[in-house]
């Protein structure tokens, strides 16, 4: 079993422990060190770190197994880890927001299903390198979800499209609204702390930064907000040092949709000279104005992005009501559903809409399934009836196992290929059909699915 060392600047923090492939040892061994520079590295007596998955400001995150139940979960493990050269009083400050982060997580985490739970936190004292010191690091347990950032599929995907960005606004809105419900403010709203699980919703991340707003006493001298925020989504109130609201929250979401929309960062999108956003004119929008709900969302944006707080829509409620003014489908954000047992391996099934990229895939694969299925069918010594409806309920399987996303992404691609390898192996469908046959046909299908659905899109978006 492999195990990743913590101590920052580890020279080899990866160490093999062939003793800890046997389970019974596993569960009952004390400790095991690291080989090149002797930190402990079951954490807390039950946390044994995998891999690094990444750093921020003030902490690192590890992927890491708890040996202490059955299955030996996967969780994430957040070491306190500030980067540059802090003074004490900033070291302190930024001590006091890492464990702000735990026990945020411990009040909201576990109501909401879409907030990270927090399972542990806890100090680990070692020795230190010269004798007589010691050294100190703190650490938090908490919910691994697994999939990919906003800031990710950014990257990988390029610009979300309007229909997926309002879904996006739309669900971290109902996060909004239920933390600010209890008087609390992210204050670090941005692609990155917002993850899509494989499982499909989205999850709020790095409670580090968070302000109650009910508290009169805070870690800056005269009432003031600490200054944490990210450069370019934090508006002009956070940045200057000043109290927060609801809206900076809405600000910093709003910065997120249009750096989503458009694939461009925050500085280019403001003009410093006019002291102006400037990002409609990256993206196609409807008519400013009018009844659609795109070009109510576009105008939503512009109002969420004014410098003045007071400006700004000052509550979720607000934004919901403007976005889906009475009469429109949804008139208030959605509910969350409530926490399934068992944790993240229960989470509900996404309601998110498929991308125009999604949808053409999916046509594709169905497409190609059902030549496959017809040439299946068609060696079977059948009436052409039965023929017909069983290949319908095969391909009503397909588009069900899709839209619920029972099969998505690589599953795909790895069905297809059991699927041909099938069709091309099976000695009755081998004589039956010829190789062209059994891969063009599949193919041509496909293609022709592909081309409808294109169409269909873009009338869609073009009259609809």
Not at 95 to 117: S, Y
Not at 447 to 452: G, Q, R
Request: proline fraction near 7%; charged fraction near 20%.
């Amino acid at each position: 079993m492999e195990i990743y060392c913590t101590r920052p600047g580890c020279p080899r923090p990866l160490n093999q422990f062939a003793d800890l492939d046997d389970r019974t040892t596993l569960k009952t061994v004390q400790q095991k060190y690291c080989t090149a520079c002797g930190m402990p590295l079951i954490l807390d007596g039950r946390y044994l770190t995998e891999r690094l998955l990444g750093q921020g400001g003030f902490g690192t995150a590890f992927l890491a197994r708890d040996r202490r139940t059955p299955a030996m979960r996967l969780c994430a493990v957040k070491q306190f880890q500030p980067s540059g050269d802090l003074s004490p009083e900033q070291l302190a400050i930024a001590h006091t927001l890492f464990e702000r982060e735990a026990i945020v997580l411990e009040q909201l985490g576990n109501q909401h299903p879409q907030i990270p739970d927090l399972f542990a936190f806890f100090p680990l004292e070692i020795p230190g390198k010269t004798a007589g010191t010691s050294e100190q690091f703190f650490y938090l347990v908490q919910e691994y979800i697994d999939g990919s950032t906003l800031e990710g599929e950014l990257e990988t995907k390029g610009p979300f499209s309007l229909a997926d960005t309002i879904a996006v606004f739309e669900e971290i809105l109902s996060i909004l609204d239920f933390i600010h419900t209890r008087h609390v403010i992210h204050r670090d709203i941005k692609p990155s702390n917002i993850i899509r699980s494989n499982a499909g919703p989205l999850y709020l991340l790095d409670f580090g930064a968070v302000k109650q707003v009910a508290q009169t006493a805070t870690l800056s001298a005269g009432g003031q907000s600490t200054g944490i925020y990210s450069m370019g989504f934090a508006p002009p109130e956070q940045m200057a040092g000043r109290t927060v609201f609801p809206a900076t929250d809405l600000y910093a979401l709003a910065v997120t949709c249009i750096v989503l929309l458009t694939g461009k960062d925050p500085q280019e999108l403001f003009d410093a000279y006019s002291n102006q956003w400037n990002w409609r004119s990256h993206v196609p929008l409807p008519q400013s104005g009018s009844d659609a709900k795109e070009a109510r969302f576009a105008d939503l944006l512009d109002r969420l992005l004014l410098a003045t707080p007071s400006e700004r829509y000052q509550s979720v409620r607000e934004v919901c009501e403007a976005l889906n003014p009475p009469g429109s489908p949804v008139s208030a954000p959605p509910t969350p559903a409530p926490t399934p047992m068992g944790g993240a391996s229960g989470s509900p099934v996404s309601r998110r809409r498929f991308s125009d990229r999604e949808i053409q895939i999916a046509a594709l694969f169905t497409g190609y399934e059902a030549g496959l299925g017809w040439i299946v069918l068609a060696s079977l010594d059948l009436p052409p009836s039965v023929k017909t409806i069983a290949w319908l309920l095969f391909l009503s399987a397909l588009y069900f196992a899709q839209a619920t996303r029972a099969i998505q992404k690589y599953d795909l691609a790895i069905l297809a290929g059991v699927s041909l390898a099938i069709v091309l192996i099976v000695e009755p469908l081998r004589i039956a059909f010829s190789w062209i046959a059994a891969i063009g046909l599949p193919i041509s299908i496909a293609l022709l699915a592909f081309v409808l659905t294109w169409v269909w899109l873009w009338l869609y978006r073009r009259f609809f």
